[in-house]
């Protein structure tokens, strides 16, 4: 960071050789979050993680990034501060400096987060780049941001865990040779994976029974009487990093070697397909093809 | 751009040798603007012009933006329509592409625009560097967005002309030796040039009769029982740069000669002189020293 909040504008200094990869996304209250079933701390917090899991997704290096807040007057003061507290310890914690931001009033409150990244010239991870006969790998587990999501509102109890931005793993994989799509999962795996398919006429194999969750999951969702694998597969906010490697590259490395290598451990959930959209998804969840 | 939208983040390329320069700003519906008092189109223009202005007082050259925009879903389709359109409108007409954005449903309409922009290493223009001495300059004229936004108030008058962001004047003075310290003019004048002695113990005296307006302005503001100096003085919006160059400078360049360079018409309005905050407004506006 050359120059911080204060001036007309913030400047930071990208090494050179590298492209500038930015993305921008928002959190509404009663939409996106409620006060009631989160500390704001961690609204703001949950706010930087959706951003950081995109620049992760880009195999891009964080290199700062700007927050509007938009509140009414009568916003707690405790709950302004505590917000802007969450978003400074997440993007600290991923030497993603808060270089600016802007406050206006409004009747609602919301914040507006824009995370700038680099990749070295032509390295970044993209959506659109799978190929029949790719492996598909997932990062970490998922599931877990759905059944806290599921506890804080039937049982009341606040969400206390985030979920980490997949930002070294994403830029392992930017290093890496046979690389086909990426995306970050935020909206759940299923949906997720659809993206990568998005213009193509490829399909994807899926192997549900492959999908990692976390230790104690399954118990957990039954004991509350819901689908773990529906949890699983469609839970949103893991912010995992869902990618394919040509199946050349995917032999050679190994899925252990590769969760060594991204620095997290990999599963892998199926294989790109000629066609057929999504297949593989339990029918008893409702989707035969998505 | 090498990629905008459709992925989970942009991808844009600066040229090497060059700081990233990063600003954001809020519109929000009510608050900073009414669909009733100007076209949905203008609302958008108006949103990057305030972006873009921020960029040329940092003598910056725009690189891309991204936009999110909270709306309800009852606002009706031809304003969120219109307010893309003025956004990709002057986004085009500054070489300034949107290479992504974000929707959110929200209670009340906003728009939150992060623009980018690049600089030479080390050229950018900052506030905060003026010195005792200093000649204060200022492009274009003043006072117009404020008398205009009062014909629209009181006469129903819709506004339809807006400001050019000084991209250009700004770029040719982070190129200039001597310039001391540079700000856009989006509250008034008085209130910005006070931001360009903030943490010094400086003053400047400003020679209210030199300050420009548009040919035929005091007349209409005596028309409409407006006092001209107080809305060149005060009114806000008018998106022109106010930047002072040392002395020496100032002499060897001139005014004319400057506003070649620059690409618009330039102003000396004052000096930078050793203490008294802003000195030489009218009493009569009720401002001794600001």
Redesign the interface.
């Known amino acids: 960071m050359?120059?911080g909040p204060?001036?007309?504008?913030?400047?930071?200094?990208?090494p050179?050789?590298c492209?500038?990869?930015?993305?921008?996304?928002?959190?509404?209250e009663d939409?996106?979050f409620r006060f009631s079933t989160q500390s704001a701390r961690l609204v703001g917090r949950r706010a930087m993680v959706a951003n950081l899991s995109?620049?992760a997704?880009?195999g891009?290096r964080p290199?700062?990034c700007?927050?509007?807040l938009?509140a009414p007057g009568s916003l707690e003061l405790r709950l302004a501060r505590g917000l802007v507290q969450g978003l400074l310890e997440e993007a600290g914690a991923h030497a993603c400096p808060l270089?600016?931001?802007?406050l206006?009033?409004?009747?609602?409150t919301?914040v507006?987060i824009?995370v700038?990244?680099s990749?070295a010239?032509g390295r970044?991870l993209?959506?659109?780049r799978v190929r029949a006969g790719d492996r598909v790998f997932v990062t970490g587990t998922l599931g877990g941001q759905a059944l806290a999501v599921s506890r804080a509102e039937t049982e009341g109890r606040p969400i206390r865990l985030l979920p980490t931005p997949r930002l070294r793993a994403g830029q392992a994989l930017a290093r890496l040779s046979g690389v086909g799509g990426?995306?970050?999962v935020s909206d759940g795996l299923v949906a997720d994976l659809s993206h990568l398919l998005e213009g193509s006429d490829l399909g994807l194999q899926l192997e549900a029974d492959s999908v990692p969750t976390p230790a104690g999951f399954a118990a957990a969702c039954r004991k509350r009487g819901l689908d773990p694998l529906r949890l699983a597969l469609a839970g949103g906010e893991d912010y995992e990093i869902a990618f394919t490697l040509r199946p050349q590259a995917a032999r050679r490395h190994g899925v252990q070697a590769l969760g060594k290598r991204l620095g997290v451990p990999v599963s892998e959930v199926g294989r790109v397909v000629g066609s057929g959209g999504i297949q593989g998804v339990p029918e008893h969840l409702g989707w035969t093809h998505f």
């Open positions: 050359i120059l204060g001036d007309d504008a913030a400047v930071l200094r990208p050179d050789g492209d500038l990869v930015v993305s921008t996304d928002s959190l509404v939409v996106h995109d620049l997704a880009m891009a290199l700062g700007v927050a509007a938009c270089v600016g931001g802007n206006a009033s409004s009747r609602q919301s507006t824009t700038f990244g990749v010239r970044d993209r959506r659109h990426c995306i970050d």
